[in-house]
């Protein structure tokens, strides 16, 4: 980085200050590495142990990085480059690592997770899915163990006890939802012996730009007490005969749809009600099978798997396990494609990937494209972030984006270049935005007899040996958005190189340059040659973003191509907006869930000080008067005790469940308060206070209601007699987090019209 750009104070520019003198370092590195090098394994693992217990933190970060190294060479045959003692380095002075892919994260991650745990901490190392956090783990466990670390990795498939094993070891690899769901689990529990997370200390974020940014805004939600969130079959059917641009809008953004006027009538006539009236739950149901029906695409954002929706992630291509749309919605597209409706249920506790990082006491990442969200890795996590050179010097091609006029002329030119370079073979690899335009290109690409192997969100159970083979002679692939990231192309043989390496072609742009520069980055890697390029078309839904690049579509040429330097410049606008938006969407989300933590925070403090040490049944005790008395004198002040805190524990937990109802129910109406000239934000933030201030007050009346009202035996109080049960099951799953505007935003925007 330059001058000018410290001067900015540009992410990354401070780097250097940061791990500059690591380089300086490196007659000390050398010195040190032969030090170990004549170490056995047992004085090995003992000089582990010892490195950090004393001396300067320069000075052990140096013999740390030469001892890991050592340890590297020898238990994996892999000898850590200067560049990847650099990214270790940068990890455990607590940064976000940018390292390109192939440059060896994997190994730099598990190096600073045994050096966070030599220093006596407690690690967690998350990815984005359960066969990543396995597979590193069992990759990386013969390092841990030549250290002395014990390691563990946990999977949605263990038990408990299981889990509660495998987290008490120094260094733990899992994917942030599980460790987010245990964390919301461990939020009912009565006895410290069922806590699975015992504490978070330090979390290493694998492809950080993914799990701290893309997934930021994803509630991870646990739920009980079953019920069925049914939609009405008659309002989707009724919604499906509604014309486009006569009967509803669609936003220019594509985010938000309305009913015209002419709509408004029709759905009223059908359905003998007055929409903006009292009855505001078949307001919301129209506006959700509008929805569904209109901007939830089948194949693009959901696949209908088995008669159940399944959810694709919008990051990364693959279908989102567990995860459901809220609000109804989910009933909505259920109602849509005619599958079986599935339970839904109160919901017991939530909370952002983003509050449960937070929650950490140290963090730090890697990925290969940080810089691209420097800005907002330092607004939402006080991170910089150090950029690592690679190893070997880049010399892939990028060459400029081509642009058609239609997603027909597009596919056509992509299967041309295909067929072009399959005849040289060359490996190609194509990254598509949804399953619909994999499955369009492949069929293509089959028809001109092409072998063609597909990895999209249908079928994902051979990811990695998909990509593992797509550096192969000829091998042609087809893949959405980044599935198989985590996993390294290699060039087969040093014919592939000669043919110019792996050329990757973007099926259009994605709604963010960093996806768009993962996809670029598996080709190229680790020094070989390889070429990128990007197929868009007019029809993309970027570019609905900027609809006056539709113009352009008359300078097409026979081909439908469009060699205009200031379309290809609105290309590069329509993804700058993109980013834009989900930026003030993280914002906004943030805003809204920030006072939300921190209540939780209070009650949860409450909760542990009520369990381990009776805090507030003294108070209980006084609101009772005369009737503790005469419960100590039947049953013994042990006894009562115990019960009393069992009962305020129930009430704590039911006076959280209705908070955060209240809550999201406050969400969905206070934009109205923009009528009154208030802030949204103010205006939330006030009101959950007020509600808040009584939150322990009333758990306290209602617990001495039914101290008051229940039977006490000799066992103690018996809640389920009384009608206070916890729910007989549990289940946890991910929501969209403001899917779309609320049938009360949307009376806003009509009234507004």
């Given at each position: 980085m330059g001058l000018f750009s410290r001067l900015l104070n540009r992410p990354g520019a401070q780097a250097d200050r940061t791990t500059g003198w690591f380089a300086r370092a490196a007659d000390d590195l050398e010195r040190a590495g032969r030090e170990f090098a004549d170490l056995d394994d047992k004085e090995l693992s003992e000089?582990?142990?010892?490195?950090?217990t004393s001396g300067a933190e320069k000075d052990n970060l140096i013999r740390y990085c030469a001892l890991a190294r050592e340890v590297s060479d020898r238990a994996l045959d892999e000898r850590a480059y200067d560049t990847q003692l650099k990214g270790l380095v940068g990890l455990l002075q607590a940064n976000v690592v940018q390292m390109a892919t192939g440059e060896g994260?994997?190994?730099?991650?598990?190096?600073?997770?045994?050096?966070?745990?030599?220093?006596?901490?407690?690690?967690h190392v998350v990815s984005?899915?359960?066969?990543?956090?396995?597979?590193?783990?069992?990759?990386?466990?013969?390092?841990?163990?030549?250290?002395?670390?014990?390691?563990?990795?946990?999977?949605?498939?263990?038990?408990?006890?299981?889990?509660?094993?495998a987290y008490r070891a120094e260094v733990l690899y899992a994917s942030v939802t599980?460790?987010?769901?245990?964390?919301?689990?461990?939020?009912?529990?009565?006895?410290?012996?069922?806590?699975?997370?015992?504490?978070?200390?330090?979390?290493?974020?694998?492809?950080?730009?993914?799990?701290?940014?893309?997934e930021a805004r994803v509630p991870l939600v646990l739920a009980g007490s079953a019920s069925i969130e049914g939609a009405d079959e008659k309002i989707a059917a009724l919604v499906e005969t509604l014309v486009p641009g006569h009967d509803y809008e669609i936003s220019p953004d594509h985010r938000a749809v309305s009913l015209t006027d002419e709509g408004i009538g029709t759905v009223e006539s059908a359905l003998g009600v007055e929409l903006y009236g009292e009855d505001s739950s078949t307001l919301a149901a129209v506006n959700l099978a509008l929805y569904a029906k209109t901007l939830v695409k089948r194949d693009v954002d959901y696949l209908v798997v088995g008669g159940r929706i399944k959810l694709i992630s919008a990051s990364r291509g693959r279908i989102a396990e567990l995860q459901r749309w809220p609000d109804g919605l989910q009933a909505a597209v259920e109602a849509k494609e005619k599958v079986t409706t599935t339970e839904s249920g109160e919901i017991l506790d939530q909370m952002t990937v983003e509050e449960l990082i937070h929650g950490y006491s140290t963090v730090c990442g890697m990925t290969g494209t940080a810089l691209a969200v420097g800005d907002d890795l330092r607004e939402f996590y006080d991170l910089e972030i150090v950029p690592i050179d690679t190893h070997l010097p880049v010399i892939r091609i990028d060459e400029p984006d081509r642009l058609y006029t239609y997603q027909e002329s597009k596919e056509r030119a992509i299967v041309e270049e295909v067929i072009d370079n399959h005849g040289k073979g060359r490996p190609v690899l194509?990254?598509?935005?949804?399953?619909?335009?994999?499955?369009?290109?492949?069929?293509?690409?089959?028809?001109?007899?092409?072998?063609?192997?597909?990895?999209?969100?249908?079928?994902?159970?051979?990811?990695?040996?998909?990509?593992?083979?797509?550096?192969?002679?000829?091998?042609?692939?087809?893949s959405t958005q980044m599935a198989g990231r985590g996993t390294d192309i290699r060039l087969a043989g040093d014919e592939v190189a000669e043919a110019g390496g792996l050329l990757v072609i973007g099926a259009g742009r994605y709604l963010s340059s960093r996806l768009d520069d993962q996809l670029r980055g598996r080709a190229g890697r680790q020094g070989d040659p390889g070429t990128s390029v990007f197929f868009t078309s007019l029809e993309d839904e970027l570019l609905t973003r900027v609809p006056e690049i539709q113009r352009f579509v008359a300078e097409g040429d026979e081909t439908g191509r469009i060699d205009s330097k200031r379309a290809l410049q609105l290309v590069e606008h329509a993804q700058r907006i993109a980013?834009?938006?989900?930026?003030?969407?993280?914002?906004?989300?943030?805003?809204?869930?920030?006072?939300?933590?921190?209540?939780?925070?209070?009650?949860?403090?409450?909760?542990?000080?009520?369990?381990?040490?009776?805090?507030?049944?003294?108070?209980?005790?006084?609101?009772?008067?005369?009737?503790?008395g005469d419960l100590e004198q039947q049953h013994g002040r042990e006894l009562v005790d115990r019960s009393l805190?069992?009962?305020?524990?129930?009430?704590?937990?039911a006076r959280w469940v209705d908070h955060l109802a209240f809550l999201n129910d406050l969400r969905e109406g206070i934009h109205l308060r923009t009528f009154a000239r208030e802030k949204p934000h103010e205006a939330f933030n006030t009101e959950s206070i007020r509600v808040f201030s009584s939150f322990w007050a009333d758990v306290i009346d209602d617990s001495a209601q039914t101290v008051e009202d229940a039977?006490?035996?000799?066992?103690?109080?018996?809640?389920?007699?009384?009608?206070?049960?916890?729910?007989?099951?549990?289940?946890?799953?991910?929501?969209?987090?403001?899917?779309?505007?609320?049938?009360?935003?949307?009376?806003?925007?009509?009234?507004?019209?």
């Open positions: 000089a582990a142990g010892e490195i950090f994260k994997t190994l730099v991650g598990a190096l600073a997770a045994a050096g966070y745990a030599l220093q006596g901490r407690r690690v984005v899915n359960d066969y990543l956090a396995v597979r590193d783990r069992n990759w990386m466990k013969p390092v841990f163990d030549l250290m002395g670390v014990r390691s563990a990795s946990i999977s949605a498939s263990m038990s408990d006890e299981e889990r509660r094993a599980e460790v987010g769901f245990d964390v919301l689990r461990d939020r009912f529990v009565t006895d410290d012996a069922q806590i699975r997370v015992p504490e978070r200390d330090v979390v290493i974020v694998d492809e950080a730009d993914s799990v701290l940014i893309d194509i990254g598509t935005s949804s399953v619909a335009e994999s499955e369009s290109l492949a069929a293509r690409l089959i028809d001109k007899g092409i072998d063609v192997r597909v990895l999209n969100a249908k079928d994902d159970s051979a990811e990695a040996e998909i990509i593992s083979a797509a550096g192969r002679p000829g091998a042609v692939t087809v980013e834009g938006q989900n930026t003030a969407l993280h914002r906004d989300t943030w805003r809204f869930n920030e006072l939300m933590a921190k209540q939780r925070e209070l009650v949860l403090e409450r909760r542990r000080q009520l369990r381990t040490e009776g805090h507030g049944v003294e108070e209980l005790r006084e609101r009772l008067g005369d009737r503790a805190v069992e009962v305020m524990l129930f009430h704590l937990d039977e006490f035996t000799a066992e103690g109080i018996d809640l389920a007699s009384h009608g206070l049960k916890r729910p007989s099951s549990t289940w946890t799953y991910l929501t969209t987090e403001s899917a779309f505007g609320s049938d009360i935003e949307n009376v806003v925007k009509k009234i507004k019209r």
